[in-house]
């Protein structure tokens, strides 16, 4: 998915200090281009936290009705530095990128995306789609692994079910499953159905921050209260992870964990850097690739190739901010 806003805010992310407490993150809503837009709920970054291990951006959608917003529709676009997570609870999205994958993204189902160095990538709700529902999670590729050649993952997680819950982990281990998709440092994805007035308690690992988002339900994480569409945090130190759905409800929830990245990242639209220049040179690069901006002298960059069979016309990079990339924590 691509980060639509005009006018970006340029991130340089660290991983912040660690909370005593449960922190509670209010989403802010984005929407997701054009007049009739697809509306997102976005939780991370926060100007409070930036990073939550190597996770790094949280959108949550839906149930979006198709109809009324006209759906996903995000033409080809860039990225870097990054790996995209895409989890389907309702509908299905097309995804066609420049490596030649091409993939239908479905409810239960993994699709990541490595850009590595640099990919560009498209994402369209078929127009059979009524309902769209999910999120899109970013990851943070640490420096060893950046500049790493683009590829496309996909895989289905068995469930792990116990008295009143349903576990699908897609990224890392948990409760005795592990998923087999490479990534580039310790992590952790998975998406949790509880029935109403189930209380669960998973094994964490100390190491670990966590971040659990509430897709439905007022439910309790830690004994702290967090309701629909809200990010909790907790830092490293637990031994155990306590979630409890409401008694008169159903709840689900998306779980992200990881060890602290330990790296400063700067993010700004689509592309994940280690500095200013860089992001200057990844939008540079993109602009030359779709023919938007010329350069005299300058030989077009081989960073970015084609979607192959989606005709739609490139987003181009927004304006860069008038002053130099700077932190926001």
């Given at each position: 998915?691509?980060?639509?806003?005009?006018?970006?805010?340029?991130?340089?992310?660290?991983?912040?200090?660690?909370?005593?407490?449960?922190?509670?993150?209010?989403?802010?809503?984005?929407?997701?281009?054009?007049?009739?837009?697809?509306?997102?709920?976005?939780?991370?970054?926060?100007?409070?936290?930036?990073?939550?291990?190597?996770?790094?951006?949280?959108?949550?959608?839906?149930?979006?009705?198709?109809?009324?917003?006209?759906?996903?529709?995000?033409?080809?676009?860039?990225?870097?530095?990054?790996?995209?997570?895409?989890?389907?609870?309702?509908?299905?999205?097309?995804?066609?990128?420049?490596?030649?994958?091409?993939?239908?993204?479905?409810?239960?189902?993994?699709?990541?995306?490595?850009?590595?160095?640099?990919?560009?990538?498209?994402?369209?709700?078929?127009?059979?789609?009524?309902?769209?529902?999910?999120?899109?999670?970013?990851?943070?590729?640490?420096?060893?692994?950046?500049?790493?050649?683009?590829?496309?993952?996909?895989?289905?997680?068995?469930?792990?079910?116990?008295?009143?819950?349903?576990?699908?982990?897609?990224?890392?281990?948990?409760?005795?499953?592990?998923?087999?998709?490479?990534?580039?440092?310790?992590?952790?994805?998975?998406?949790?159905?509880?029935?109403?007035?189930?209380?669960?308690?998973?094994?964490?690992?100390?190491?670990?921050?966590?971040?659990?988002?509430?897709?439905?339900?007022?439910?309790?994480?830690?004994?702290?209260?967090?309701?629909?569409?809200?990010?909790?945090?907790?830092?490293?130190?637990?031994?155990?992870?306590?979630?409890?759905?409401?008694?008169?409800?159903?709840?689900?929830?998306?779980?992200?964990?990881?060890?602290?990245?330990?790296?400063?990242?700067?993010?700004?639209?689509?592309?994940?850097?280690r500095s200013h220049e860089e992001i200057v040179q990844y939008r540079r690069d993109w602009q030359q690739h779709i023919g938007a901006e010329t350069h005299p002298g300058a030989e077009p960059g081989s960073r970015f190739a084609a979607v192959p069979n989606d005709l739609r016309p490139p987003l181009p990079a927004p304006a860069l901010p008038n002053a130099r990339l700077r932190p926001r924590r």
């Amino acid at each position: 998915m691509s980060n639509v806003e005009t006018a970006p805010v340029e991130v340089e992310c660290a991983s912040a200090p660690a909370a005593s407490t449960v922190e509670i993150h209010v989403p802010r809503d984005v929407p997701l281009g054009g007049p009739r837009a697809m509306p997102v709920r976005r939780t991370l970054p926060q100007r409070s936290r930036s990073l939550i291990g190597a996770w790094c951006f949280v959108d949550h959608y839906g149930p979006d009705v198709v109809a009324r917003t006209g759906g996903m529709v995000v033409p080809p676009h860039p990225h870097t530095g990054l790996q995209t997570v895409s989890w389907l609870f309702t509908g299905e999205i097309e995804h066609r990128d420049s490596t030649g994958a091409h993939a239908m993204v479905r409810p239960g189902e993994l699709n990541l995306m490595t850009a590595g160095r640099g990919i560009a990538h498209s994402e369209v709700s078929p127009p059979e789609v009524s309902i769209l529902h999910g999120v899109q999670l970013w990851l943070a590729l640490p420096e060893s692994a950046r500049g790493t050649e683009p590829r496309f993952d996909h895989y289905v997680p068995d469930a792990v079910r116990g008295p009143g819950w349903e576990l699908r982990v897609f990224l890392g281990s948990l409760a005795g499953s592990e998923s087999p998709v490479e990534t580039h440092s310790p992590i952790l994805g998975a998406e949790l159905l509880l029935d109403a007035g189930t209380t669960v308690e998973l094994d964490a690992d100390p190491r670990f921050e966590y971040g659990l988002l509430a897709d439905s339900g007022a439910l309790e994480f830690q004994g702290a209260a967090v309701a629909p569409s809200e990010l909790a945090y907790l830092p490293p130190g637990a031994e155990t992870l306590r979630i409890s759905a409401p008694a008169d409800a159903p709840a689900r929830v998306v779980l992200i964990g990881g060890e602290p990245l330990g790296e400063t990242i700067v993010m700004w639209w689509n592309f994940i850097g280690r500095s200013h220049e860089e992001i200057v040179q990844y939008r540079r690069d993109w602009q030359q690739h779709i023919g938007a901006e010329t350069h005299p002298g300058a030989e077009p960059g081989s960073r970015f190739a084609a979607v192959p069979n989606d005709l739609r016309p490139p987003l181009p990079a927004p304006a860069l901010p008038n002053a130099r990339l700077r932190p926001r924590r």
